[in-house]
């Protein structure tokens, strides 16, 4: 069955960095765009950073862009978010998600074709 499974988060310091990592299986991953997608309770999903099948496009929202930095590893089926410079805002359970195509109007985690379960991140002093 397709699992995504997230890994890397934890509670850091605001200006710190964290390195989260997901591994798929269970479906083609070479042929999904890929995802990263917070979301805090009692608040909708954000996308934080997508990328193309190959791993030669991506895209991250003003909030986050020049801090967090998407990429792909399709030999290992895994996708990683390399965050910097984190804010407190930065709080939220953060998932992996796929999806054939490129979305970013979400509303819902199922929007996306899978996602995972995510990982805490805690951006603390």
């Known amino acids: 069955q397709v699992q995504l499974v997230e890994s890397g988060g934890g509670l850091v310091q605001p200006g710190g960095s964290l390195r989260l990592s997901c591994a798929a299986s269970g479906f083609r991953f070479s042929d999904y765009w890929m995802y990263w997608v917070r979301q805090v309770p009692g608040k909708g999903p954000e996308w934080v950073s997508l990328?193309?099948?190959?791993?030669?496009?991506?895209l991250a929202p003003d909030s986050v862009r020049g801090r967090f930095t998407i990429s792909r590893d399709n030999a290992k089926n895994t996708v990683y978010l390399q965050m910097r410079q984190l804010k407190s805002e930065d709080t939220a359970v953060y998932y992996c998600a796929g999806h054939r195509e490129a979305v970013t109007l979400i509303t819902s985690l199922s929007d996306y074709d899978y996602y995972g379960q995510g990982t805490q991140v805690t951006v603390s002093s």
């Open positions: 990328i193309n099948e190959r791993g030669d496009i991506t």
